[in-house]
């Protein structure tokens, strides 16, 4: 292999004479130098472990005493004298031009460490630069931690147009090798006169293809301290926070709401002959559910009534459906919702799945408990008695709120995952449904969205596609939505959304629901999406597909035209 700008030499690096020429102490290593003794590395006795006088270095070596690392007040660290360890050439190195790899980005902290062990290499500013707050940098479009475009955030993985180069791993990554240096690409630009590194399959001779490990070395406890080191073991691998956006439902709560003077309001509206239906959709599309809720108590204990028989006998069809459903909690609305799609002739198998792929651990245990309170049976046995085969253990899995819902992402996991799910599908006669099961049910989110991605790029086709190819009736859609639903739960809304109002008729119950209950969580991320991928706002298609009392009231809860 040679480098531009140098003339190969036959043997290749190390140069011989006339090459690029060694300053004493340098590497390739003169007598003297490191590793202490002529024969070259692996070191001979009186290498590694150290003798006296081998490595570590004793004071101004590694790892540093006083004026070292972690730094001193006052400094971080000195370089090492030139013709020390560290210490190069005179004129400071070249970069270290690993940078024509496919993974750019890679972690602030290594290069920070890279730049402090050769001395005279100055750190480049714009290098290290970070986005206030810390890690992680901002992903360039397409760069290595870069959101797909329609695809939300997830922690650091590369995008479609970066792949990680197969056989690279971050340093102690379990299954990994780690020959000498880490091979990790660097982020700062080609220096001239040194040119691109060699790919990380072919390992830099004497560089970082060293026969030994170096045991240890990367590591150090990060530099950057708002990052953990990579290369502490298998540990998960640290990804970027979900970015909280503050609040992204529609309905706020309502300042200076007092549920005495709201029924007072209500009463009023059902009072004498006939309703003022337009009162009962002002209170009701302008309080929060947490200020709905007590209404009905309220009620009761001002006017001896029951609200909701008044408000059922007062109103009639789907405006009657959703304005009792504003006046239960979230938990009793799921409860409700999932005992209608269980009983009767039918099965609405797709509300299931919506319910439960779509809420959190604790939401699905509150779902379980009021479930058993109120139907006088378990959640679980009234799936298993009107669901079967590997759908109704789908079900059974979701039901559990057992989710794994750690932030942080395991890649090596992910790309386990990947294989495990490529392996029980796409690559075997028949497809064991059981091992998707377990990944989809069992794993957290983010680490699915790097599973799934890592699938795409390991037989080049989406996970979706896979599924719809392996897989057939319930358990196709069922597993498509969970899917659907992890990858992007906005868009998961917005498509059952626009499901439930194309064509003729529409499914009143599935609109209500979704208006209902994502009102206070991401009614501003599925609007998004919906004219996004719809073409018109969903404020136009609610008002194009239903009407009257009903419109106004799912109007309110849409909270306007995007």
């Known amino acids: 292999m040679s480098y531009p700008g140098y003339p190969p030499q036959g043997g290749g690096y190390p140069p011989q004479p006339g090459a690029y020429p060694p300053q004493p102490g340098a ?12 024969g070259g590395y692996p070191q001979q006795p009186g290498g590694y472990p150290p003798q006296a006088g081998g490595y570590p270095p004793q004071a101004g070596g590694y790892p540093p005493q006083a004026g070292g690392y972690p730094p001193q007040p006052g400094g971080y660290p000195q370089a090492p004298p030139t013709g020390s360890w560290g210490g190069g050439p005179t004129g400071g190195y070249p970069s270290i031009g690993l940078d024509n790899l496919s993974n750019p980005g890679y972690n602030a902290g290594m ?92 390992p830099m001779p004497g560089y970082g293809g060293a026969p030994a490990p170096m045991p240890a070395y990367p590591r150090v406890p990060s530099p950057n301290p708002s990052m953990p080191a990579y290369g502490g073991g298998g540990g998960a691998m640290p990804i970027a926070p979900p970015i909280n956006r503050g609040f992204r439902g529609t309905i706020k709560d309502f300042p200076g709401a007092d549920p005495l003077k709201d029924v007072e309001v209500l009463r009023k509206a059902m009072k004498g002959f006939g309703t003022d239906e337009q009162a009962i959709i002002d209170l009701l599309g302008s309080r929060s559910n947490k200020q709905r809720v007590p209404l009905p108590r309220a009620y009761k204990t001002s006017y001896g009534k029951d609200l909701i028989k008044d408000l059922h006998s007062e109103l009639s069809g789907d405006f009657r459906k ?28 797709a509300c299931l799945i919506e319910i439960l792929s779509s809420r959190s651990n604790a939401e699905i245990k509150e779902i379980n408990r009021i479930y058993k309170q109120e139907y006088k049976k378990t959640l679980e046995n009234a799936i298993s008695g009107d669901t079967s085969g590997h759908f109704r253990r789908l079900l059974i899995s979701l039901a559990q709120g057992n989710r794994d819902e750690r932030e942080t992402v395991d890649i090596s996991l992910a790309k386990q995952d990947a294989q495990a799910l490529y392996a029980a599908g796409e690559n075997k006669l028949g497809t064991d449904e059981s091992k998707f099961n377990a990944i989809l049910c069992a794993r957290s989110k983010p680490h699915l969205r790097a599973v799934f991605l890592e699938y795409q790029h390991m037989c080049g086709r989406d996970i979706e596609k896979s599924i ?79 009407s009257g009392d009903y419109k106004k009231l799912l109007l309110k809860l849409c909270g306007g035209s995007d």
């Open 468 to 546: 719809d190819r392996e897989m057939s009736g319930d358990l196709e859609s069922g597993m498509l939505a969970v899917v659907k639903c992890i990858k992007n739960t906005p868009a998961y809304f917005a498509e059952r959304l626009y499901k439930a109002m194309r064509g003729a008729g529409t499914n009143d119950r599935t609109l209500i629901r979704i208006m209902v209950s994502r009102s206070e969580v991401d009614m501003l991320d599925i609007r998004q999406e919906y004219v996004k991928n719809y073409g018109k706002s969903l404020y136009t298609h609610i008002s194009g597909d239903t």
């Open 27 to 38: 590497y390739p290593p003169q007598p003297g130098a490191y590793p202490p003794q002529a």
């Open 111 to 202: 290069a920070s460490q890279t730049s402090a062990g050769m001395g005279g290499f100055p750190p480049n500013p714009s290098m290290f630069a970070q986005a206030p707050g810390g890690y992680p940098p901002a992903p360039q479009p397409g760069g290595y931690g870069a959101p797909l475009p329609n695809q939300q955030s997830y922690g650091l993985y590369p995008q479609p147009g970066g792949t990680m180069p197969q056989g690279m791993g971050y340093p102690g990554q379990p299954g990994q090798p780690m020959p000498g240096y880490p091979r990790a690409p660097s982020p700062n630009p080609p220096m001239a006169g040194y040119g691109g590194a060699p790919a990380p399959s072919q």
């Open 322 to 349: 959703l304005v009792m459903a504003t006046l239960k909690t979230p938990a009793e609305f799921d409860a409700y919702e999932l005992n209608s799609a269980i009983k009767g002739a039918g099965t609405d198998e």
